[in-house]
C-alpha cells in the first residue's frame, strides 16, 4: 500500500506486480493515446493525490508533487511534462464521476476519474437512504462505473432484516452485500471487484465505514477513521480528501469524503436506467406530456392503485429527474438564464 507520506512500495511487494503502471491501474486505452509520443521522453503518470492547491502523480519511476490544475481529478492519467508539468496533456478517461457542487454554486464538481468499480457504502442504521443509494447508482451508471452496494455495522443492528428488505428494491440494480468492515472475512468478499489493475472508489456517507473498510482490506490502519455519533447515526467528516491507496493485491483502491448532498447533474441515461419500469410506462400513458398525476390514462398512476409500484417510488424518481433536468440545464453554458436559474433553484429546494 502507498505509505503515509505517498511513496509507492517498491514492484516486488505488491503481489508480484513488476510493472508500476499495471499496479497502478494502466490500460489499453491508456497506452493507445501515447503511442505517437514514445520516443518524446515523457513518461504517463496517474494522479494519486490532490492536496492545498498541489497534485501528486506517481510513475514507472516517478514520484511527484506538481501545481494543481482545475481541469483534473484523482485518478486522472497524465502524459508528464517534466519542464512544465502544469501543462502536462490530459489523456482520456474511462469513466468520471461527478455532480453539481454542493450549496449553491453553478458548476460541476469531479469527484474521481478512471474508476472501473464504485462500492457504494451505507450502515444499517438511520443513515440508511433508497433514495440515496438510486442517486449514488444513477451516478455510477451514467459513468459507465459497475455499482456494488455495502450495507455494514450489521454486527451493531438489532433487527437485520429491516435492511434486507429494503435492499430487495435495489438489488436489481448492483448487488447488495452486507459485511463487517472489521472483519478479515471482508476481503475475501470483495475479491472479485479487487483485482490487480483495478480501481476501486468507496463512496457514501460520513460515519459508514468506508474508511475502515478500506484498512481492512490493506491489512493496516494507514487511513484515520472515527465513530459515528450515538444519538443520530451521522458521521464525522474523518477523510478530508481524495487519495489513491495501492492493496496488496495490487488493486488501487479511493477512500471520498463523505457527501452529504449528492445533485444530479448529466445523468439522463443514468436515472433512465435506475427507474428502467417507470420510464417504460410512460410510453403507455395516453399522452405523451403527461405529468403522471391526474391526467386520464396515466400507466403510472394505474400501477400505483393496482400496487405494482409504490407512490414513493414514482415520487423519487419524479424529483430526481427534474433536478437532473434543471442542474444541466443550469450547467451548460447558454442554456439558462440567470434570473431562471436562480427562479429553478429556489423552487427545487422548497
Not at 516517478?62 to 501545481?67: A, E, F, S, T
Not at 508539468?85 to 453539481?100: G, N, Q
Not at 458548476?107 to 462500492?119: E, L, P, S, V, W
Not at 487511513?223 to 488501487?252: F, M, N, V, W, Y
Request: glycine share 6%; net charge negative.
Amino acid at each position: 500500500m502507498i505509505s503515509n507520506d505517498g511513496r509507492l512500495p517498491p514492484p516486488e511487494d505488491i503481489a508480484g506486480q513488476s510493472d508500476v503502471l499495471a499496479a497502478l491501474g494502466w490500460q489499453p486505452l491508456y497506452a493507445d493515446q501515447i503511442k505517437a509520443d514514445a520516443a518524446s521522453g515523457s513518461k504517463p503518470v496517474r494522479i494519486v493525490g490532490a492536496h492545498r492547491g498541489t497534485l501528486h502523480v506517481m510513475g514507472d519511476e516517478v514520484d511527484l508533487i506538481i501545481p494543481g490544475r482545475p481541469d483534473v481529478v484523482v485518478g486522472d492519467w497524465l502524459l508528464l511534462d517534466p519542464a512544465e508539468p502544469d501543462t502536462s496533456r490530459l489523456l482520456e478517461r474511462k469513466s468520471l464521476l461527478k455532480r453539481r457542487a454542493p450549496g449553491l454554486e453553478r458548476r460541476i464538481q469531479m469527484i474521481a476519474a478512471n474508476i472501473d468499480t464504485a462500492f457504494i457504502v451505507s450502515s444499517c442504521n438511520q443513515d440508511f437512504s433508497i433514495a440515496r443509494l438510486e442517486r449514488y447508482i444513477a451516478m455510477a451508471i451514467e459513468a459507465g462505473v459497475t455499482s456494488v452496494i455495502l450495507l455494514t455495522k450489521v454486527d451493531l443492528c438489532d433487527d437485520a432484516g429491516a435492511y434486507v428488505e429494503a435492499a430487495k428494491e435495489i438489488e436489481h440494480l448492483a448487488p447488495v452485500i452486507f459485511l463487517n468492515a472489521h472483519e478479515a472475512a471482508a476481503e475475501a468478499t470483495l475479491a472479485e471487484w479487487c483485482a490487480p489493475g483495478q480501481t476501486v472508489a468507496f463512496l457514501g456517507s460520513s460515519g459508514v465505514g468506508k474508511s475502515t473498510l478500506a484498512n481492512t482490506l490493506s491489512g493496516n490502519q494507514d487511513i484515520e477513521t472515527q465513530a459515528i455519533r450515538e444519538d443520530d447515526a451521522k458521521g464525522r467528516h474523518t477523510t478530508t480528501r481524495r487519495h489513491l491507496h495501492l492493496l496488496p493485491s495490487g488493486c488501487a483502491i479511493l477512500d471520498t469524503p463523505g457527501m452529504r448532498e449528492l445533485q444530479m447533474t448529466d445523468a439522463e441515461d443514468g436515472v433512465a436506467a435506475v427507474f428502467a419500469d417507470l420510464q417504460a410506462l410512460t410510453e403507455q400513458c395516453r399522452f405523451r406530456d403527461c405529468q403522471h398525476a391526474s391526467e386520464p390514462g396515466c400507466a403510472i398512476q394505474a400501477a400505483v392503485k393496482l400496487g405494482s409500484v409504490s407512490q414513493a417510488r414514482v415520487d423519487r424518481w419524479q424529483k430526481l429527474d427534474h433536478e437532473n433536468r434543471h442542474n444541466t440545464a443550469a450547467l451548460t453554458p447558454g442554456k439558462l438564464s440567470n434570473k431562471a436559474a436562480r427562479k429553478a433553484d429556489k423552487s427545487m429546494r422548497r
